[in-house]
């Protein structure tokens, strides 16, 4: 929809999906600039805390912000969101605390958040299991009978996200057998970033991965990832057919991941210099910058904006030297859901292990 | 006077889920062929017809699916019965039961709870061919967040699925195939405790011996053979190999002094090791003789016409008990 110098055109054949963008207005552009611009500033600023020491690793969504922020504002107040772990742009157009994220990086926990009040699902680090999850949830929302009643305010969808390395996991295969064959409300959003760390696509996939699921029954469509409108109104529009009882759909957007798998990886080893050329002269935000200045959108904004991400970048550093380390009772809490006698057991030796040291030299 | 039915185990079974899906309408079971069918061992037949295939339903064969799905409708709110068709069949399934379903509840700091059941046929006995008799209890024992119990007659069958469908956590409920069509009489009324309390099934006073689920037929043929010979034997079902009822061991041991664990499963790493180190932790001077497991070998399960050679008897149990004695 928006070419890299940020003019906007619908093609004719994708002239329902077009309709989505006719429905936003300049503010609507204006608050996905700004999200996209909020959460790349997140990513640096968490890049730098992660070299400092401040956490044990950091997972960069970097150059596939327009996916995110695109498709995140385009699920809707009831749907739930089931993500893997790059998903940071979706977790903010969906009231995630971003020191959240920051926490499960630092080791304070393993995700804060309560997912059935936030239906942003929690962080799944082993590639596709939530993708399963999101299945059996939407097939939930369909015993509920919650999809197709005509009252759009009740129904409800799921989506899942995904990378192109996740696709090569037997759960993403079983994951789209199962919502086909129970026409589970639900759409598989695959960020195809090019990259499993050092593996590229062509080692998950020879077919193009929006096919992955028509031997499934179920259908795909492609779009450009680093185009925030297209994003939107794809997810958006496949949203609002499995709310409407249309059965399951799978995205692929076309991304870059720009920085490294984590900041545990090297990408030069393996990556040539000039696909990452390539893509950059593609960047999602420079390209929406385009498209806005030609909406009449002026320096005063992208000012604002820049000015916002350094106020974010120091709350950030300072809410992260202030964080606090987890109490010892966290290590058996929630465990289990109701008592179990070997951890209250061992809960209280370790307790009593360590009080022995607070009340002088042990004997 | 207590309402009291003659069942063979897989029809308590399929009472208690039966009983579990009438009072809760969010119970759903589910897995390969357990629909129309009810099961290759039957053990859901009628449920379909009575509840209808909203709640009970074939799924794809794919067992990381049927786990997988099972965590997000229990996200959702739903209680799934799951079913895998073998024991030997869940290996697929491990990474959704070890990485999700049992760390769910604490990933979400305790935002979500589990309640999903795991129904799985184990053991061997059967003459079946590979992948169809095993014993794979360890593995989930050793898996925190998991709970796993096994049944060992029809009033248990009844009341302990019942009970671990209550649960709000994740149940791995292992059953005895070889003994599904073993009768017994099941309390309507009431259940016999809670489903991870061990129960001493014989009372004895020279040597304990504690078991579980298909073995335990086997242990009391054992003990009855002994009494026979004058030896007295206390007799004790697991019941529950996670959470272990220690306390229920360590008071028999105490007592008797002597303690022999009889299982299915291969010995070393087994839940088998787990009651002796924990005997000998806790009741150490109290034993006048070393804790011995009997149990099959380390080795995968033979060809069917061997099993009978692989698998603990009576006479390997009184062997042990022989040696015990007799330190």
Known sequence: MLSPEGIFEVPAEYAEYGKYIERLNLDDFLKFYRDMARIRRFDNECTALQRQGQMGLWVQALGQEAAQIGSGYGVGPNDHMFPSYREHGVAITHGIDLMSIIKIMRGVNHGGWNPEETRFHLYAIVLATQVLHATGYAMGVNFDGLVGTGNPDVDQAVITYFGDGATAEGDVSEALLFAATTKAPLVFFCQNNQWAISSPVSSQTVVPLYLRGEGFGVPGIQVDGNDVLACYAVTAKHMDDARNGLGPSLIEALTYRVGAHTTSDDPTKYRPADELEYWQARDPLLRFEKFLRRQGVGDDFFEEVAKAGDELAEQIRAETFAMQNPPLENIFRHVYSDPHPMVAEQQAWLEGYEASFEEGEPS | ?327
């Open chain 2, 1 to 327: 006077m207590s309402n009291s039915v003659e069942l063979p185990i897989a029809k308590a079974i399929n009472a208690g889920i039966q009983k579990a899906m009438s009072r809760n309408d969010k119970v759903l079971v589910f897995g390969e062929d357990v629909a129309e069918l009810g099961g290759v061992f039957r053990v859901t037949e009628g449920l379909l017809a009575e509840f209808g295939s909203k709640r009970v339903f074939n799924s794809p064969i794919a067992e990381s699916g049927i786990v997988g799905t099972a965590i997000g409708l229990a996200m959702r709110g739903y209680r799934s019965v799951a079913e895998i068709q073998f024991d030997g069949f869940v290996y697929p399934a491990f990474n959704q039961i070890v990485s999700q379903l049992a760390k769910i509840t604490n990933r979400s700091e305790g935002h979500l709870s589990m309640p999903v059941v795991i129904r799985i046929p184990y053991g061997g006995g059967i003459g079946a061919v590979e992948h169809h008799s095993e014993s794979p209890e360890a593995y989930f024992a050793h898996t925190p967040g998991l709970r796993v119990i096994s049944p060992s007659n029809s009033n248990d069958a009844y009341w302990m699925i019942q009970q671990a469908i209550e649960s709000n956590d994740p149940v791995i409920f292992f059953e005895p195939k070889r003994r599904y069509w073993q009768k017994g009489m099941v309390n309507l009324d009431s259940p016999p405790s809670t489903m991870h309390d061990a129960a001493v099934l014989r009372e004895g006073s020279q040597l304990t011996l504690v078991s579980y689920g298909p073995m335990i037929p086997t242990a009391l043929q054992a003990a009855e053979v002994a009494a026979s010979e004058g030896i007295s034997i206390e007799v004790i079902d697991l019941r529950s190999m996670s959470p272990i009822d220690f306390p229920t061991i360590i008071n028999s041991v105490k007592k008797t002094g002597r303690l022999v664990i009889a299982s299915e499963a291969s010995t070393s790493f087994s839940v088998s090791a787990e009651v002796a180190a924990k005997v000998a932790e806790l009741a150490f001077y109290h034993l006048e003789a070393p804790v011995l497991r009997v149990g099959s070998f380390d080795v995968p399960y033979p060809p069917a016409k061997l099993e009978e050679l692989f698998l603990p008897d009576a006479d390997r149990i009184l062997e042990a008990v022989d040696r015990s004695l007799s330190y």
